[in-house]
């Protein structure tokens, strides 16, 4: 059974910082991209950040100078780094999986709240 457990969301201040944490289990064939949605009240979801087997990272815009991806392909886990919390970064964070067959795996998201 696949499964991607995340944790390590909670309530910050603004400018604070909270480390993600996702791992994945049950993928039978080889995954090849690893990273973050959110998903904010009323709004689509939205890439964070991804990372493939490889290293090559990718993030959107509006987090590239404030958040880390990191991932250990052995292990299956990767992990959200996130500093300089605004409030517009408060929305359910979902990891995700992508193996090579172009398979998507999610978890079931964890919430991430920045206010004073």
């Known amino acids: 059974q696949v499964q991607l457990v995340e944790s390590g969301g909670g309530l910050v201040q603004p400018g604070g910082s909270l480390r993600l944490s996702c791992v994945a289990s049950?993928?039978?064939?080889?995954?090849?991209?690893m990273g973050w949605y959110r998903q904010a009240p009323g709004k689509q979801r939205e890439l964070v950040a991804s990372?493939?087997?490889?290293?090559?990272?990718d993030y959107a815009g509006s987090v590239e100078d404030r958040f880390t991806i990191s991932r250990d392909n052995r292990k299956h886990t990767v992990a959200l780094q996130m500093d300089s919390l605004r409030s517009e970064d408060t929305a359910v964070y979902y990891c995700?999986?992508?193996?090579?067959?172009?398979?998507?795996?999610w978890g079931q998201g964890t919430q991430v709240t920045v206010s004073s």
């Open positions: 995700y999986a992508k193996d090579r067959s172009a398979n998507y795996y």
């Open positions: 049950g993928i039978s064939s080889p995954i090849y991209i």
């Open positions: 990372q493939t087997s490889g290293g090559t990272a």
